[in-house]
């Protein structure tokens, strides 16, 4: 199973980046996707998740009304879009994969991408 985000890198504060994840290796629609983030000496936290058939979503307190997820099983792949953008969201940004979940809990999680940088500057 691979797990590849890209579209990370450096904007200004109020501008706006999407993140992609491509999966491989594994029955896509199958599973519930997340992203997840981690800032520096900071511990890893729930960004937004959604479910087998992107019909369902679940998102942070606080990156709700301005992050959207969604996903195209087609083609294997999530999307994070983020919108107004704020110097504390500056963080390495995970995809990952659940068999059973689509939930917060990182625990739920089987597999994980390498992560992309996004830095958010004021």
């Known amino acids: 199973v691979q797990l590849q985000a890209y579209g990370g890198g450096v904007v200004q504060a109020g501008g706006f980046l999407r993140l992609s994840c491509a999966a491989s290796?594994?029955?896509?629609?199958?599973?519930?996707m997340g992203w997840f983030r981690q800032a520096p000496g900071k511990e890893r936290e729930f960004v937004a998740a959604v479910s087998w058939s992107g019909g369902t979503t679940n998102y942070a307190n606080s990156v709700k009304g301005r992050f959207t997820i969604s996903r195209d099983n087609a083609k294997n792949t999530v999307y994070l879009q983020m919108n107004s953008l704020k110097p504390e969201d500056t963080a390495i940004y995970y995809c990952?994969?659940?068999?059973?979940?689509?939930?917060?809990?990182?625990?739920?999680?089987?597999?994980w991408g390498q992560g992309t940088l996004v830095t958010v500057s004021s």
């Open positions: 290796g594994l029955t896509f629609s199958r599973y519930g």
């Open positions: 990952a994969a659940s068999i059973n979940s689509y939930s917060g809990n990182v625990l739920r999680y089987s597999y």
